[in-house]
T-cell receptor, first 115, second 116 residues
Framework: AQKITQTQPGMFVQEKEAVTLDCTYD???????LFWYKQPSSGEMIFLIY??????QNATEGRYSLNFQKARKSANLVISASQLGDSAMYFC????????????FGPGTRLSVLP | DAGITQSPRHKVTETGTPVTLRCHQT?????MYWYRQDPGHGLRLIHY???????DKGEVSDGYSVSRSKTEDFLLTLESATSSQTSVYFC???????????????FGPGTRLTVL
């Protein structure tokens, strides 16, 4: 069974608008972490934002926020005021437990920002 | 910048030849990882290390071996490369001691390997 599901293979958004990238996860662990990474066309993997399973507030980092709905097992990434430089692949990932190797990635969503 | 470099950045080789990829980090992070990235699969863990000479297998370890003789270097070896190992390989680091159980993984720039 897929542990991380990203149902949107590709999305388009107009510049300066907000966009939500969906991520659902599956785990029976009580302690886990959720991550979003950005991969621009240049290929590097850039860490964007983290949410711990015990964090009561949604994580925010600048224009990025993580809409964490624990009961629904969803961890959607919200990008506010999209910029052309936001065009990239976005990967949701989960770490089961507190640290280490149990780190799985979703298949990714390709976001295209239109001028 | 997590101070991670990978070498080579690009390599073309022939089926059956051995290949070694190197990951080097400068900040004494305890955990190091090797992933491969293929279209439609996201990133998949090959092997990881939790200290010098301490390594273990990941999801897709067949055909790969690793070694870590120094904290800063983690080597990935394809003993006899096959075309199915054509991929982009990423090294990553993390450090549970960073506090709060955060243990975010930070990635190197990647190595594009083509096996003909």
């Amino acid at each position: 069974a897929q542990k991380i599901t990203q149902t949107q293979p590709g999305m388009f958004v107009q510049e300066k608008e907000a966009v939500t990238l969906d991520c659902t996860y599956d785990t029976s662990d009580q302690s886990y972490g959720l991550f979003w990474y950005k991969q621009p066309s240049s290929g590097e993997m850039i860490f964007l934002i983290y949410q711990g399973s015990y964090d009561e507030q949604n994580a925010t980092e600048g224009r990025y926020s993580l809409n964490f709905q624990k009961a629904r097992k969803s961890a959607n990434l919200v990008i506010s005021a999209s910029q052309l430089g936001d065009s990239a692949m976005y990967f949701c990932a989960m770490r089961e437990g507190n640290y280490g190797q149990n780190f799985v990635f979703g298949p990714g969503t390709r976001l295209s920002v239109l001028p | 910048d997590a101070g991670i470099t990978q070498s080579p950045r690009h390599k073309v080789t022939e089926t059956g030849t051995p290949v070694t990829l190197r990951c080097h980090q400068t900040e004494n992070h305890r955990y190091m990882y090797w992933y491969r990235q293929d279209p439609g699969h996201g990133l998949r863990l090959i092997h990881y290390s939790y200290g010098v000479k301490d390594t273990d297998k990941g999801e897709v370890s067949d055909g790969y071996s690793v070694s870590r003789s120094k904290t800063e270097d983690f080597l990935l070896t394809l003993e006899s490369a096959t075309s199915s190992q054509t991929s982009v390989y990423f090294c990553a680091i993390s450090d549970p001691s960073s506090g709060g159980g955060l243990d975010t993984q930070y990635f190197g720039p990647g190595t594009r390997l083509t096996v003909l």
